[in-house]
């Protein structure tokens, strides 16, 4: 957001892990200043946000679904005669 000089305020875990404090969960808590300003500015903000998110989940998940994958395979392997 700051990128894009959209001026929001971060709540919640995410907000407690800046300051330091411990975090249980993943979602980001955003209130976002409604003013007269650029719109587009906005857009873009959170469509960065998204993306940004969006690749954070497929590292977090991309381990797990090797690991699945591998199983799968080996499953497959030993299921053939």
Request: with cysteine; glycine share 6%.
């Amino acid at each position: 957001m700051a990128t894009h000089q959209v001026r929001a305020l971060l709540m919640g875990g995410q907000a407690c892990v800046f300051y330091g404090g411990a975090e249980f969960s993943r979602d980001t808590d955003l209130l976002i200043l409604a003013a007269r300003g650029d719109p587009a500015a906005l857009e873009q903000a959170l469509l960065a946000e998204e993306m940004a998110e969006r690749e954070r989940d497929r590292q977090y998940w991309q381990p797990l679904k090797a690991e699945l994958e591998a199983l799968r395979r080996a499953a497959l392997r030993s299921a053939s005669p």
